[in-house]
């Protein structure tokens, strides 16, 4: 792992803002791939936050809300150290896709990597090596797919080594406000994510203690303002908290609702799909969340709910495939308490 920073230093009292790249390797033509990084490191020692973006190559909100977020901290009054990571997925940002074409795997589940292994495993080990086993706090920043519309939310996985508890990972989250807060199943997500769900980042990182969840910044493939606003927000509320500043974080006003089950609702027929609600509400039993028209414009499938439902995404993309995902869905929650 090639660095061309000295930034790997312990905290000392000399404040330090710094940035870098690690080296995982080179294309065909000889061009590096080089994974950027940049440091804030306190006045003392204190907890370390690792801030992670664009796992996912069309995810773009979160890259904004990273760098925005490191601009606003002043290392002079911090404590502690600050790592931001805004494009982990190098090759798939570049082709504004959520896995590279290269090797067609998912970065967030394959930590902690494998340095001898496909591209997208190198640099999920170069990542999880590097900053991983150090950090206290990991915010892993997604968006939703380029073809839905969402607002922020959260989601959360409890390990089963039990370091860290489900109630702190909640008021940990809290500071970012979310409408919902997901608890994503790790020994079966079959029926919403299919894949090594134990692979994602925060999962390993909470295997060696460290708080690590994920926030949802909107939807991907375009940068929207009020969702990196809200995230930075967020950001800076999580640092008071764990003390890397000094500014304190306000109990939310409000608990938060926790959803223990996911669904997607896919398309029976094909032709343009027509919303008619949107993220971030709930919708009752049987109504309607949008309709799917044929190219003569009639009405051909009415997309209802089967159960009480909250809208987590919707499609933006009208034109969808028999079997294409319209609309993300929780079907079963509950108000619990985030005490901070």
């Known amino acids: 792992m090639n660095e061309n920073t000295s930034s790997s230093q312990a905290v000392s009292a000399v404040p330090l803002s710094d940035r870098g790249t690690i080296g995982i390797g080179s294309t065909a033509g000889g061009r590096e791939i080089r994974i950027p990084y940049l440091v804030k490191q306190g006045r003392s020692d204190g907890p370390v936050l690792w801030v992670n973006a664009a796992v996912h190559g069309d995810e773009i909100n979160g ?26 997925n190098l090759h798939a940002f ?12 998912d970065m967030d589940q394959c930590f902690p990597g494998k340095a001898d292994g496909f591209v997208t495993e190198r640099a999920a080990a170069a990542l999880f090596e590097r900053f991983g086993r150090s950090a206290n706090v990991i915010v892993n920043i997604h968006t939703l797919g380029t073809p839905f519309d969402a607002s922020p939310y959260a989601v959360y996985k409890v390990h ?68 990196v606003e809200h995230g930075v927000a967020g950001l800076l ?26 669904a997607h609702r896919l398309a029976g027929v094909a032709g343009l799909f027509e919303p008619a ?13 949008g309709v799917i028209r044929d190219l003569f414009g009639d009405v051909i499938e009415d997309v209802r709910t089967e159960c009480d439902s909250w809208v987590i995404a919707i499609r933006r993309d009208p034109v969808v495939h028999s079997g294409d995902r319209i609309a993300f869905l929780g079907t079963e929650w509950s108000d619990v308490d985030a005490g901070q």
Do not use: W
């Open 277 to 289: 609600t949107s993220p971030g509400r709930s919708v009752s039993a049987g109504s309607t969340i």
């Open 160 to 227: 089963p080594n039990g370091l860290v508890s489900e109630a702190s990972l909640l008021s940990h989250i809290a500071c970012f406000e979310p409408t919902i807060a997901c608890r994503m199943p790790v020994a079966d997500a079959s029926s919403e994510l299919p894949g090594n769900i134990a692979g994602a980042l925060d999962y390993q990182a909470l295997s060696l203690g460290a708080t690590a969840f994920m926030i949802e910044l909107g939807g991907g493939g375009r940068l929207e303002n009020d969702f």
């Open 94 to 105: 570049d082709e504004r896709r959520k896995t590279t074409l290269i090797d067609g795997i």
């Open 63 to 88: 890259v904004f809300a990273a760098q925005r977020f490191f601009d606003r901290l002043d290392a002079s009054t911090m404590n502690g150290k600050v790592v931001v990571t805004p494009v982990a």
């Open 237 to 262: 509320r999580l640092a008071g908290k764990i003390g890397i500043t000094g500014h304190g974080t306000a109990a939310v006003s409000r608990p938060i609702k926790r959803v223990t089950k996911r």
